[in-house]
Protein backbone atom coordinates (compact mmCIF):
# COMPACT_ATOMS: atom_id res chain seq x y z
CA UNK A 1 0.00 0.00 0.00
CA UNK A 2 1.32 3.34 -0.92
CA UNK A 3 0.39 6.43 1.01
CA UNK A 4 -1.98 7.72 -0.46
CA UNK A 5 -4.05 4.51 -0.31
CA UNK A 6 -2.94 4.87 3.04
CA UNK A 7 -4.14 8.17 3.49
CA UNK A 8 -7.54 7.41 1.95
CA UNK A 9 -7.35 4.20 3.92
CA UNK A 10 -7.76 6.97 6.95
CA UNK A 11 -10.12 9.16 5.81
CA UNK A 12 -12.71 6.37 4.67
CA UNK A 13 -12.22 4.79 8.32
CA UNK A 14 -12.91 7.84 9.95
CA UNK A 15 -9.07 7.59 11.56
CA UNK A 16 -8.26 11.14 10.21
CA UNK A 17 -10.76 13.77 10.56
CA UNK A 18 -10.41 17.16 9.13
CA UNK A 19 -12.12 20.10 11.37
CA UNK A 20 -11.49 21.44 14.63
CA UNK A 21 -9.57 19.57 17.45
CA UNK A 22 -7.91 20.57 20.69
CA UNK A 23 -4.74 18.11 21.47
CA UNK A 24 -3.62 16.94 24.53
CA UNK A 25 -1.00 19.63 24.44
CA UNK A 26 -3.36 21.86 24.45
CA UNK A 27 -2.40 22.83 20.27
CA UNK A 28 -5.65 23.60 18.25
CA UNK A 29 -5.32 21.30 14.94
CA UNK A 30 -7.32 21.46 12.33
CA UNK A 31 -7.17 17.18 11.88
CA UNK A 32 -6.63 14.64 14.21
CA UNK A 33 -5.84 11.11 13.64
CA UNK A 34 -7.71 8.35 16.11
CA UNK A 35 -6.14 5.09 15.36
CA UNK A 36 -8.81 3.98 18.25
CA UNK A 37 -11.06 4.00 15.33
CA UNK A 38 -9.24 0.96 13.77
CA UNK A 39 -11.77 -1.76 15.02
CA UNK A 40 -12.10 -4.10 12.82
CA UNK A 41 -10.27 -6.83 12.16
CA UNK A 42 -9.71 -6.14 8.62
CA UNK A 43 -8.74 -2.40 9.06
CA UNK A 44 -6.47 -3.54 11.58
CA UNK A 45 -4.84 -6.29 9.42
CA UNK A 46 -4.77 -3.50 7.17
CA UNK A 47 -2.64 -0.83 9.26
CA UNK A 48 -0.49 -3.60 10.41
CA UNK A 49 0.82 -4.32 6.99
CA UNK A 50 1.29 -0.39 6.68
CA UNK A 51 3.14 -0.15 10.03
CA UNK A 52 5.28 -3.27 9.14
CA UNK A 53 5.82 -2.29 5.43
CA UNK A 54 7.17 1.01 7.05
CA UNK A 55 9.71 -1.00 9.23
CA UNK A 56 10.72 -3.71 6.36
CA UNK A 57 11.72 -0.40 3.54
CA UNK A 58 13.32 1.15 6.33
CA UNK A 59 15.29 -2.31 6.19
CA UNK A 60 15.40 -1.54 10.28
CA UNK A 61 16.75 -4.44 12.60
CA UNK A 62 15.74 -5.14 15.94
CA UNK A 63 15.68 -7.67 18.85
CA UNK A 64 11.96 -6.78 20.52
CA UNK A 65 8.88 -5.04 19.15
CA UNK A 66 7.60 -3.15 22.19
CA UNK A 67 3.79 -1.79 21.86
CA UNK A 68 3.15 1.06 25.10
CA UNK A 69 -0.19 0.60 26.98
CA UNK A 70 -2.82 0.62 26.13
CA UNK A 71 -3.06 1.99 22.41
CA UNK A 72 0.04 0.41 21.58
CA UNK A 73 -0.39 -3.00 22.43
CA UNK A 74 -2.72 -4.36 19.32
CA UNK A 75 -0.53 -2.65 16.64
CA UNK A 76 2.31 -4.58 18.54
CA UNK A 77 0.70 -7.37 18.05
CA UNK A 78 -0.53 -7.25 14.71
CA UNK A 79 2.36 -6.01 13.39
CA UNK A 80 4.38 -8.45 14.41
CA UNK A 81 1.86 -11.07 12.64
CA UNK A 82 2.34 -8.95 9.10
CA UNK A 83 5.93 -8.61 9.70
CA UNK A 84 5.89 -12.68 10.03
CA UNK A 85 3.41 -13.44 6.95
CA UNK A 86 4.03 -10.55 4.88
CA UNK A 87 7.66 -9.75 5.25
CA UNK A 88 9.31 -13.06 6.56
CA UNK A 89 10.47 -11.24 9.78
CA UNK A 90 9.80 -13.20 12.51
CA UNK A 91 10.50 -11.00 15.69
CA UNK A 92 9.42 -11.15 19.42
CA UNK A 93 6.78 -8.59 20.83
CA UNK A 94 5.97 -6.78 24.01
CA UNK A 95 3.81 -5.10 25.99
CA UNK A 96 3.41 -3.12 29.20
CA UNK A 97 0.45 -3.30 31.74
CA UNK A 98 -0.07 -0.16 33.45
CA UNK A 99 -1.41 -1.58 36.57
CA UNK A 100 1.12 -3.44 38.43
CA UNK A 101 0.48 -6.67 39.35
CA UNK A 102 1.92 -8.68 42.52
CA UNK A 103 0.35 -12.09 41.84
CA UNK A 104 0.86 -14.89 39.17
CA UNK A 105 4.11 -14.26 37.07
CA UNK A 106 4.38 -10.62 38.30
CA UNK A 107 5.94 -7.68 36.63
CA UNK A 108 4.85 -5.54 34.27
CA UNK A 109 5.68 -6.62 30.79
CA UNK A 110 3.54 -9.28 28.82
CA UNK A 111 5.36 -11.31 25.76
CA UNK A 112 8.77 -11.18 25.31
CA UNK A 113 11.67 -10.31 27.53
CA UNK A 114 12.37 -6.06 26.94
CA UNK A 115 15.69 -7.30 26.36
CA UNK A 116 18.60 -5.75 23.27
CA UNK A 117 17.47 -3.23 20.93
CA UNK A 118 13.77 -2.25 21.21
CA UNK A 119 11.42 -1.12 18.74
CA UNK A 120 8.65 0.94 19.88
CA UNK A 121 5.37 1.87 17.75
CA UNK A 122 2.50 3.82 18.81
CA UNK A 123 -0.04 6.04 16.82
CA UNK A 124 1.33 9.70 16.73
CA UNK A 125 3.97 11.45 17.95
CA UNK A 126 2.54 15.42 18.58
CA UNK A 127 4.80 16.76 21.14
CA UNK A 128 6.80 13.48 22.72
CA UNK A 129 5.14 13.06 25.94
CA UNK A 130 4.20 9.87 25.32
CA UNK A 131 7.49 8.36 23.33
CA UNK A 132 9.36 9.80 25.86
CA UNK A 133 7.29 7.46 28.87
CA UNK A 134 8.43 4.69 26.64
CA UNK A 135 11.28 5.18 26.65
CA UNK A 136 11.56 5.37 30.28
CA UNK A 137 10.01 2.02 30.58
CA UNK A 138 12.60 0.79 28.06
CA UNK A 139 15.75 1.75 30.39
CA UNK A 140 13.90 0.20 33.62
CA UNK A 141 13.91 -2.99 32.22
CA UNK A 142 17.73 -2.91 30.93
CA UNK A 143 16.84 -2.47 27.49
CA UNK A 144 17.87 -0.01 24.47
CA UNK A 145 15.17 2.05 22.61
CA UNK A 146 16.79 1.83 19.11
CA UNK A 147 13.65 2.94 17.06
CA UNK A 148 10.28 4.00 16.65
CA UNK A 149 7.55 3.39 14.24
CA UNK A 150 4.72 5.76 14.03
CA UNK A 151 1.65 5.97 12.37
CA UNK A 152 1.75 9.95 11.43
CA UNK A 153 4.74 12.37 11.98
CA UNK A 154 2.57 15.60 12.66
CA UNK A 155 5.90 17.38 12.10
CA UNK A 156 5.02 19.61 15.24
CA UNK A 157 7.65 21.88 17.24
CA UNK A 158 8.71 20.12 20.41
CA UNK A 159 10.53 21.45 23.47
CA UNK A 160 13.03 22.99 21.53
CA UNK A 161 12.94 24.75 17.70
CA UNK A 162 13.30 21.80 16.42
CA UNK A 163 10.49 19.34 15.38
CA UNK A 164 9.63 16.50 18.55
CA UNK A 165 10.84 13.96 16.35
CA UNK A 166 13.55 15.16 15.40
CA UNK A 167 14.23 15.64 19.55
CA UNK A 168 13.52 12.08 19.59
CA UNK A 169 15.92 11.27 17.37
CA UNK A 170 19.02 13.72 18.53
CA UNK A 171 18.23 12.99 22.22
CA UNK A 172 18.04 9.26 22.05
CA UNK A 173 20.11 8.42 18.73
CA UNK A 174 17.47 6.84 17.50
CA UNK A 175 15.31 6.68 13.98
CA UNK A 176 11.69 7.63 14.16
CA UNK A 177 9.93 6.27 10.96
CA UNK A 178 6.55 7.36 9.87
CA UNK A 179 3.56 5.17 7.77
CA UNK A 180 2.44 8.86 6.49
CA UNK A 181 3.32 12.59 7.63
CA UNK A 182 1.96 16.10 7.56
CA UNK A 183 3.38 16.63 4.04
CA UNK A 184 1.66 13.70 2.91
CA UNK A 185 -1.83 14.66 4.08
CA UNK A 186 -1.23 18.32 2.02
CA UNK A 187 0.09 16.64 -1.30
CA UNK A 188 -3.09 14.37 -1.15
CA UNK A 189 -5.44 17.24 -0.08
CA UNK A 190 -3.73 19.44 -2.74
CA UNK A 191 -4.20 16.50 -5.39
CA UNK A 192 -8.15 16.82 -5.46
CA UNK A 193 -9.90 18.92 -7.45
CA UNK A 194 -12.68 19.66 -4.94
CA UNK A 195 -13.74 22.47 -2.96
CA UNK A 196 -13.73 21.16 0.52
CA UNK A 197 -10.43 20.03 -0.05
CA UNK A 198 -8.99 22.90 -0.73
CA UNK A 199 -10.12 24.45 2.28
CA UNK A 200 -8.63 22.23 4.40
CA UNK A 201 -5.67 22.61 2.31
CA UNK A 202 -5.15 26.33 3.32
CA UNK A 203 -6.02 25.41 7.06
CA UNK A 204 -3.44 22.60 6.85
CA UNK A 205 -0.77 24.56 5.47
CA UNK A 206 -1.42 27.57 7.73
CA UNK A 207 -1.04 25.09 10.57
CA UNK A 208 1.75 23.60 9.11
P1 LIG B 1 2.40 13.62 22.56
O1 LIG B 1 2.47 12.80 23.81
O2 LIG B 1 2.23 15.10 22.79
O3 LIG B 1 3.53 13.31 21.60
O4 LIG B 1 1.04 13.27 21.82
C1 LIG B 1 0.82 11.98 21.31
C2 LIG B 1 -0.55 11.51 21.76
O5 LIG B 1 -1.56 12.50 21.46
C3 LIG B 1 -1.02 10.30 21.03
O6 LIG B 1 -0.55 9.11 21.62
C4 LIG B 1 -2.54 10.45 21.16
O7 LIG B 1 -3.01 10.03 22.41
C5 LIG B 1 -2.79 11.93 21.03
N1 LIG B 1 -3.11 12.41 19.65
C6 LIG B 1 -3.65 11.56 18.69
O8 LIG B 1 -3.99 10.42 18.95
N2 LIG B 1 -3.83 11.99 17.39
C7 LIG B 1 -3.53 13.25 16.98
O9 LIG B 1 -3.72 13.58 15.78
C8 LIG B 1 -3.02 14.14 17.95
C9 LIG B 1 -2.86 13.73 19.28
C10 LIG B 1 -2.52 14.75 20.27
O10 LIG B 1 -3.33 14.94 21.20
O11 LIG B 1 -1.51 15.44 20.06
Do not use: C, W
Amino acid sequence: MNKHQFIEFVMQTGVLKLGEFTLKSGRISPYFFNAGLFNTGGQLATLAKGYAGAIADAKFDFDVLFGPAYKGIPLAATTSVSLAQDFNIDKPYAFNRKEAKDHGEGGNIVGHALEGDVLIIDDVITAGTAIREAMDIIKANGARPAGVVIALDRMEKGQSDLSAIQEVEQEFGIPVMSIITLNDIIDYLAAKNDEQSQQYLDAMKAYR
